[in-house]
């Protein structure tokens, strides 16, 4: 039994990130998870319809159904034994995965670099960045009562893997993130955007999956957008990684930031 879902409303509402007009979009059933694309594995149907909004002005996606729910719905419905039927690479593999490309990205700098994990969830990624030589490398996510313990002082790098998607404050999540971030420091994280041709989809696009907690899907002029907001510039590394900084560290300052202002295309 799911209760307090947010009743359906025709209307529009704001965007939760630039305020624009956010109308219904679609709706897909509560169990519609990312495995039914990633790994074959198909729930029964819930008989719960999740309506999704997309802003007519960033593009934004997300639903609002969630918006009642406390940590302890969350942990109930969504974040319960099952979810790893949903997200199989959550535990280690992923993670670990993470931890290879951060590593090889900033093998030069990793005895000056501190690093905060954001919303990771395990300390997989950590241990692994401490072993391999980074200064430091600490996890913080305030859903995981071991991690939840709030970091002092302020870091190089800030990752934040496959956790924005997750957040139904998505602006107030940003905001918390960028606390932690050194003048110089950078952000760099995954969530996937939706590709150029998203409305031939619609919500049958994999990565919509209320069952996954799937419930912010950022555009690139979304994430531009609330990043802005502070000051910072985002960069779409891929449909999936992303940077976000005020100002580039020494070591990247060769870089030509005017050239980052715009987001690339979806597809080269
Ligand atoms: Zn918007």
Same mark, same amino acid.
């Given at each position: 039994?799911?209760?307090?879902?947010?009743?359906?409303?025709?209307?529009?509402?704001?965007?939760?990130?630039?305020?624009?007009?956010?109308?219904?979009?679609?709706?897909?059933?509560?169990?519609?998870?990312?495995? *039914?694309?990633?790994?074959?594995?198909?729930?029964?149907?819930? @008989?719960?319809?999740?309506?999704?909004?997309?802003?007519?002005?960033?593009?934004?996606?997300?639903?609002?159904?969630?918006?009642?729910?406390?940590?302890?719905?969350?942990?109930?419905?969504?974040?319960?034994?099952?979810?790893?039927?949903?997200?199989?690479?959550?535990?280690?593999? /992923?993670?670990?995965?993470?931890? /290879?490309?951060?590593?090889?990205?900033?093998?030069?700098?990793?005895?000056?670099?501190?690093?905060?994990?954001?919303?990771? @969830?395990?300390?997989?990624?950590?241990?692994?960045?401490?072993?391999?030589?980074?200064?430091?490398?600490?996890?913080?996510?305030?859903?995981?009562? *071991?991690?939840? /313990?709030?970091?002092?002082?302020?870091? *190089?790098?800030?990752?934040?893997?496959?956790?924005?998607?997750?957040?139904?404050?998505?602006?107030?999540?940003?905001?918390?993130?960028? *606390?932690?971030?050194?003048?110089?420091?950078?952000?760099?994280?995954?969530?996937?955007?939706?590709?150029?041709?998203?409305?031939?989809?619609?919500?049958?696009?994999?990565?919509?999956?209320? /069952?996954?907690?799937?419930?912010?899907?950022?555009?690139?002029?979304?994430?531009?957008?609330?990043?802005?907001?502070?000051?910072?510039?985002?960069?779409?590394?891929?449909?999936?990684?992303?940077?976000?900084?005020?100002?580039?560290?020494?070591?990247?300052?060769?870089?030509?930031?005017?050239?980052?202002?715009?987001?690339?295309?979806?597809?080269?």
């Amino acid at each position: 039994m799911i209760d307090s879902l947010r009743p359906f409303s025709a209307a529009a509402v704001p965007c939760k990130i630039c305020g624009g007009a956010a109308a219904p979009y679609g709706v897909v059933d509560f169990h519609k998870s990312c495995a *039914e694309a990633t790994n074959g594995v198909r729930l029964p149907l819930s @008989g719960v319809p999740i309506y999704y909004r997309r802003c007519a002005v960033c593009d934004f996606l997300f639903t609002d159904a969630f918006d009642d729910w406390s940590h302890d719905q969350f942990k109930a419905h969504i974040y319960n034994d099952d979810y790893q039927t949903v997200d199989p690479d959550y535990r280690t593999r /992923r993670p670990s995965e993470n931890a /290879r490309f951060v590593a090889q990205l900033w093998d030069a700098h990793k005895a000056q670099t501190r690093v905060l994990d954001y919303g990771g @969830g395990n300390d997989v990624f950590c241990t692994a960045l401490r072993a391999g030589g980074f200064q430091a490398a600490i996890t913080y996510d305030p859903m995981t009562p *071991e991690h939840a /313990r709030r970091p002092s002082g302020k870091f *190089e790098l800030v990752t934040c893997f496959e956790t924005l998607e997750h957040l139904p404050d998505p602006a107030g999540g940003i905001a918390s993130i960028l *606390e932690y971030a050194a003048e110089t420091g950078l952000i760099f994280f995954s969530t996937c955007t939706p590709p150029a041709d998203f409305n031939n989809y619609g919500l049958h696009w994999w990565y919509v999956g209320p /069952r996954n907690g799937h419930i912010s899907i950022f555009s690139r002029q979304s994430l531009k957008r609330a990043f802005a907001v502070h000051g910072y510039k985002y960069v779409a590394c891929s449909d999936n990684l992303h940077l976000a900084f005020r100002k580039l560290p020494q070591f990247l300052a060769h870089l030509d930031t005017s050239r980052l202002d715009e987001p690339a295309p979806a597809h080269a």
